[in-house]
T-cell receptor, first 116, second 114 residues
């Protein structure tokens, strides 16, 4: 149980393109979803926390107009990288939590974004 | 910001040996979690230990938590080549707005040689 599907797994596109990444909880309802960014050989950096039906809470230093997050249902959250540039190239990972205290997060397999 | 520190940063052992990784954190926590990440993949949850627990076991994994020292350790016994991965600790900070947000440590890269 507790499967999170993230698509696409890899994106290569030109500078200026907007890229949408989907994160779906397949077998549970995700009250909260999280979006992370990970640079090579580094840890995960939390970008934003997303609750169904409300605006995402962004971490300090993360541009909300650059990284648009939508959490329209209890099973789907999307991250759109708008007008992507080479410095946005990274590994983006989502996770989902079903609510309640002392529960683990369940992670998608990540999206490798490469902007040329 | 990342509040966890892990050591060692990298660990290389022979199959069959035990691997110990340590994690330190800075604030009061609800729980501490350990995750594993294979190269280029997402994270897999290994074990969660609550702030009122001191030790927890799961298969070949043993986790300890010392809240007075704000530290935790992960022990993998009888390691296998398939245990090769990066291991991260993550803390669920205690606070008034308990969103379940996790703060990750820098990770330990474990290599188990066959």
């Amino acid at each position: 149980g507790a499967v999170v599907s993230q698509h696409p797994s890899r994106v290569i596109c030109k500078s200026g393109t907007s890229v949408k990444i989907e994160c779906r909880s397949l077998d549970f309802q995700a009250t909260t979803m999280f979006w992370y960014r990970q640079f090579p050989k580094q840890s995960l950096m939390l970008m934003a926390t997303s609750n169904e039906g409300s605006k995402a809470t962004y971490e300090q230093g993360v541009e909300k107009d650059k990284f648009l997050i939508n959490h329209a249902s209890l099973t789907l959250s999307t991250l759109t990288v708008t007008s992507a540039h080479p410095e946005d190239s990274s590994f983006y990972i989502c996770s989902a939590a079903g609510g309640g205290s002392n529960q683990p997060q369940h992670f998608g397999d990540g999206t490798r974004l490469s902007i040329l | 910001s990342q509040q966890g520190e892990e050591d060692p940063q990298a660990l290389s052992i022979q199959e069959g040996e035990n691997a110990t990784m340590n994690c330190s954190y800075k604030t009061s926590i609800n729980n501490l979690q350990w995750y594993r990440q294979n190269s280029g993949r997402g994270l897999v949850h290994l074990i969660l230990i609550r702030s009122n627990e001191r030790e927890k076991h799961s298969g070949r994994l043993r986790v300890t938590l010392d809240t007075s020292k704000k530290s935790s350790s992960l022990l993998i016994t009888a390691s296998r080549a398939a245990d090769t991965a990066s291991y991260f600790c993550a803390t669920d900070a205690r606070g008034s707005s308990n969103t379940g947000k996790l703060i990750f440590g820098q990770g330990t890269t474990l290599q188990v040689k066959p």
